[in-house]
């Protein structure tokens, strides 16, 4: 019996931080591992030209840094089909099809595009709008079973199964509804605020994977807090202290309760400081294998499995194309 397909992408639009790590690729690299599904895991360049805009020469590097963190976090090019999404022409080529069976009102209801047009007014673009559309092509090229998903990406799994529905009524039975797959991901937010997520537009409260030995110790030392001197997991009172526990834990593989009991009656000081050995030391591998790992490996690594990536999904559109009349 085959196994279900699964998909998921990062975007290419910067360095890579602590979150992005623990909420996405960590999990990646478990679900290949689990040899329970058939993986693609791919660079979402095209979807990372919504955003802000960079040259020529950073775009590139980003998707080779990308690819490097990938293979360095444990990726396998020969368990899983690692490709950059811009390789395969099909994934556009899809959603312009899907684009005639979208209404428009589903995409006005889109929560994550009010808010990045609120976060960024000044680059609300039709790319921001139909983003879902590309996003359902992703999954529906390839048959995927299923997505992993955080629950903010809930929405845009709905759409790409109310598109697989309206295809299939209008042209025959051609697409899989795929499902989500919630894995239990750590809530990681900025150490200078922790009430925001982490991340790179606030690089003082954001611990990216690069960051030195030096740079993260100095990040985690000045980590907000509170007035108290308790060290327990209460995402209210003391979300400071919450947000340094739960990293630590999801870093360790240890349970929070488990780091509560190790840390009880310590100073904020020496807890801190325990907390930056914990993350330094569990980076340290990562940080080791990615300085191996060259921009000429990433490309080739690449190459292949956009090769591969493009064979399954030409079968897929000919398939869309002959259901439509175009072949």
Same mark, same amino acid.
């Given at each position: 019996?085959?196994?279900?397909?699964?998909?998921?992408?990062?975007?290419?639009?910067?360095?890579?931080?602590?979150?992005?790590?623990? *909420?996405?690729?960590?999990? !990646?690299?478990?679900?290949?591992?689990?040899?329970?599904?058939?993986?693609? !895991?791919?660079?979402?360049?095209?979807?990372?030209?919504?955003?802000?805009?960079?040259?020529?020469?950073?775009?590139?590097?980003?998707?080779?840094?990308?690819?490097?963190?990938?293979?360095?976090?444990?990726?396998?090019p020969k368990k899983s089909i690692l490709f950059?999404?811009?390789?395969?022409?099909?994934?556009?080529?899809?959603?312009?099809?899907?684009?005639?069976?979208?209404?428009?009102?589903?995409?006005?209801?889109?929560?994550? !595009?009010?808010?990045?047009?609120?976060?960024?007014?000044?680059?609300?673009?039709?790319?921001?709008?139909?983003?879902?559309?590309?996003?359902?092509?992703?999954?529906?090229?390839?048959?995927?079973?299923?997505?992993?998903?955080?629950?903010?990406?809930?929405?845009?799994?709905?759409?790409?199964?109310?598109?697989?529905?309206?295809?299939?009524?209008?042209? *025959?039975?051609?697409?899989?509804?795929?499902?989500?797959?919630?894995?239990?991901?750590?809530?990681?937010?900025?150490?200078?605020?922790?009430?925001?997520?982490?991340?790179?537009?606030?690089?003082?409260g954001c611990l990216f994977l690069d960051d030195?030995?030096?740079?993260?110790?100095?990040?985690?030392?000045?980590?907000?807090?509170?007035?108290?001197?308790?060290?327990?997991?209460?995402?209210?009172?003391?979300?400071?202290?919450?947000?340094?526990?739960?990293?630590?834990?999801?870093?360790?593989?240890?349970?929070?309760?488990?780091?509560?009991?190790?840390?009880?009656?310590? *100073?904020?000081?020496?807890?801190?400081?325990?907390?930056?050995?914990?993350?330094?030391?569990?980076?340290?591998? !990562?940080?080791?294998?990615?300085?191996?790992?060259?921009?000429?490996?990433?490309q080739m690594v690449l190459l292949k499995g956009?090769?591969?990536?493009?064979?399954?999904?030409?079968?897929?559109?000919?398939?869309?194309?002959?259901?439509?009349?175009?072949?």
């Amino acid at each position: 019996m085959a196994k279900p397909v699964l998909i998921s992408g990062i975007q290419p639009s910067g360095r890579l931080h602590v979150g992005n790590y623990l *909420g996405a690729i960590k999990n !990646f690299v478990s679900l290949q591992n689990s040899k329970k599904y058939d993986c693609l !895991f791919f660079l979402a360049d095209l979807h990372s030209l919504t955003g802000e805009a960079f040259s020529n020469k950073e775009k590139k590097e980003q998707i080779i840094d990308l690819a490097r963190s990938y293979i360095a976090s444990g990726l396998d090019p020969k368990k899983s089909i690692l490709f950059a999404q811009s390789s395969v022409p099909q994934h556009t080529e899809l959603a312009w099809s899907l684009n005639t069976v979208t209404p428009m009102g589903e995409l006005e209801r889109m929560t994550q !595009f009010k808010d990045k047009s609120e976060k960024s007014p000044e680059n609300i673009n039709v790319g921001l709008f139909t983003y879902p559309v590309l996003m359902a092509a992703d999954i529906l090229l390839y048959d995927a079973g299923v997505v992993p998903v955080g629950d903010d990406q809930d929405q845009h799994l709905e759409l790409a199964r109310t598109l697989a529905r309206k295809f299939n009524a209008r042209y *025959g039975q051609t697409f899989i509804e795929p499902k989500e797959l919630h894995t239990e991901t750590p809530r990681v937010m900025a150490l200078d605020n922790p009430d925001k997520k982490m991340s790179k537009s606030s690089p003082a409260g954001c611990l990216f994977l690069d960051d030195s030995p030096e740079e993260m110790r100095h990040k985690i030392m000045r980590a907000t807090t509170d007035s108290e001197n308790s060290i327990k997991l209460d995402w209210e009172k003391k979300p400071g202290i919450s947000n340094l526990l739960t990293i630590a834990a999801a870093l360790s593989d240890k349970r929070v309760s488990e780091l509560e009991q190790k840390f009880k009656g310590f *100073g904020y000081g020496d807890f801190k400081r325990a907390v930056a050995d914990i993350v330094i030391s569990s980076l340290s591998g !990562f940080q080791a294998r990615k300085k191996k790992v060259s921009g000429k490996t990433s490309q080739m690594v690449l190459l292949k499995g956009g090769k591969d990536a493009e064979k399954r999904a030409a079968k897929k559109l000919d398939k869309v194309y002959k259901r439509i009349g175009l072949r």
